[in-house]
């Protein structure tokens, strides 16, 4: 089992940056790739980045490369999100994932709370 709580949302303007963090808990979070996904209200889930269990291999959203960069702390068992020159349209609630290396939700098995990013034009 593991429990995943996400932190470091907020509100923005549009060219700014923010860094999102997720610890987890268990003693198996090196086990386990993680991913970072998005809702926007009345919109699907939608992929933003995900890193492999060792923090080597990524692999991120065409929308986002270049702006966002997914690590991870294996020692820490947090996994981070740094997302530079947010846009209003990336304005949703951001979930991190813990399961398998997948651009798809149904690839993750624990899902955190979610935390709120507001991205003000």
């Known amino acids: 089992q593991v429990q995943l709580v996400e932190s470091g949302g907020g509100l923005v303007q549009a060219g700014g940056s923010l860094r999102l963090s997720c610890s987890a808990s268990g003693r198996t979070f090196s086990s386990y790739a993680m991913g970072w996904f998005r809702q926007a209200p009345g919109k699907e889930r939608e992929f933003v980045a995900t890193?492999?269990?060792?923090?080597?291999?990524?692999y991120y959203a065409d929308s986002v490369k270049g702006r966002f960069t997914i690590s991870r702390d294996n020692a820490k068992n947090t996994v981070y999100l740094q997302m530079n020159s947010l846009k209003p349209e990336e304005t949703a609630v951001y979930y991190c994932?813990?399961?398998?290396?997948?651009?798809?939700?149904?690839?993750?098995?624990?899902w955190g709370q979610g935390t709120q990013v507001t991205v003000s034009s």
């Open positions: 994932a813990a399961g398998t290396m997948s651009d798809s939700p149904s690839g993750y098995v624990y």
């Open positions: 890193i492999s269990r060792s923090g080597g291999p990524t």
